[in-house]
């Protein structure tokens, strides 16, 4: 009988284990979520499942003027250190709706692939699912410009980086600069070890190791946090290679990692556009501030492909819920105590990002707007 109450016992514990295994196969599955963010779900938005896609359906057919500004311009020269989100600003009530303005039968396909001089014109067009025929705002492109095409996001791709700690300590590092200086100025020589085989003109991004990065919410090791601080181009290979610090944005100094710049521009050809998933999470990181971010500041999110997210998509930012007093309900305690009852308020959106550099656990998005200050900790939802 003790045999057969032990195996009994087993078949359960095992049978409970594997449920338990399930119910921890998916990513969201696995992240607490308390009972205010439950209550409040809707208000982090929803996914944009009606908005414009690959097979043009339009969100804004039907709805004309429903986006666009009252003050939008007929016509706009592309302007040098223009951007993509702040050019549609000057167009759109909301930057998000730019897909769907954009004329895609144009020889142009990427609204990121125009140039200082490029002409942008505003008219109507008769949708393709227009409801009575009505017209809808579309932008076309007149080609005059030249130079480097127009970049929402390139100044930011090779800041901070996430990496596998061990692929990092096998990186090439500084040993020394020409001066010996403890911290290395631009237009400097350094020596490295481990580029032996790196070739004349190559071309490695200096990097300082950041801090192990955790889920917040499921305390899941993420990955180690590398931050840029420069770039140095390759003079004379050997197992000491010379090389010239031709960027120092921050302090370089010896024992730093380097690793090869790779080409990021093909991550600006993935078009801006709302997630059709929904999107939940946490700012877990505020490149460059310890405690507030705003415009034009990097944020770090616990969300990443395996959550369907991409570069390019638009993901809305929210304060947490805030617990308050109510200014006359009470309550009174078996102690005869009497005391204000708590209020939670609904979170509310504080800020935009766009998503450029997105792993298998973690994005970082370059923030587009602002409309209070955002904070370690804060939510991300759909817009």
């Given at each position: 009988m003790n045999g057969m109450h032990t195996q009994s016992l087993l078949a359960i514990a095992l049978f409970s284990l594997l449920l338990l295994l399930q119910g921890c196969s998916t990513h969201y599955a696995s992240s607490p979520v308390s009972p205010a963010e439950q209550a409040f779900d809707s208000y982090y938005g929803s996914p944009a499942n009606g908005m414009a896609t690959d097979n043009n359906a339009s969100f804004i057919d039907g709805r004309k003027g429903a986006v666009l500004r009252e003050d939008a311009p007929k016509r706009y020269v592309v302007k040098k250190g223009d951007t993509l989100w702040g050019i549609s600003q000057k167009f759109l009530k909301m930057p998000t709706y730019w897909p769907e303005i954009w004329d895609k039968n144009q020889k142009v396909k990427n609204p990121h692939r125009i140039f200082p001089g490029d002409v942008l014109y505003l008219y109507y067009r008769k949708g393709e699912r227009a409801i009575n025929d009505q017209l809808v705002p579309t932008i076309r492109v007149e080609?005059?410009?030249?130079?480097?095409?127009?970049?929402?996001?390139?100044?930011?791709?090779?800041?901070?980086?996430?990496?596998?700690?061990?692929?990092?300590?096998?990186?090439?590092?500084?040993?020394?600069?020409?001066?010996?200086?403890?911290?290395?100025?631009?237009?400097?020589?350094?020596?490295?070890?481990?580029?032996?085989?790196?070739?004349?003109?190559?071309?490695?991004?200096?990097?300082?190791?950041?801090?192990?990065?955790?889920?917040?919410?499921?305390?899941?090791?993420?990955?180690?946090?590398?931050?840029?601080?420069?770039?140095?181009?390759?003079?004379?290979?050997?197992s000491i290679t010379t090389a010239f610090a031709e960027e120092v944005k921050r302090e370089i100094k010896p024992a730093d990692r380097l690793i090869k710049i790779n080409e990021y521009r093909t991550a600006l050809t993935a078009p801006m556009k709302a997630p059709t998933i929904k999107v939940r999470g946490v700012v877990m990181g505020l490149y460059d501030a310890t405690l507030l971010s705003g415009q034009r500041m990097i944020a770090l999110v616990n969300r990443g492909k395996r959550d369907g997210l991409q570069e390019g998509h638009i993901i809305g930012i929210y304060s947490k819920p805030k617990v308050v007093d109510d200014p006359y309900e009470k309550s009174t305690n078996k102690f005869k105590v009497v005391s204000a009852v708590p209020v939670t308020l609904p979170p509310e959106r504080v800020g935009t990002m766009v998503l450029y550099s997105v792993t298998d656990k973690l994005s970082y998005g370059l923030i587009t707007e602002s409309y209070n200050a955002i904070k370690k900790g804060y939510k991300i939802g759909n817009p």
């Open positions: 080609r005059h410009g030249s130079g480097l095409p127009i970049s929402t996001l390139e100044p930011f791709l090779m800041w901070p980086l996430i990496v596998d700690k061990d692929a990092l300590n096998q990186a090439p590092y500084i040993v020394a600069s020409r001066d010996n200086k403890l911290l290395i100025e631009g237009e400097n020589t350094v020596y490295i070890k481990g580029l032996a085989n790196s070739s004349r003109g190559d071309v490695y991004g200096v990097y300082q190791t950041g801090e192990e990065l955790r889920d917040p919410e499921t305390n899941e090791l993420l990955g180690t946090e590398i931050k840029y601080h420069g770039k140095v181009s390759i003079m004379r290979p050997d």
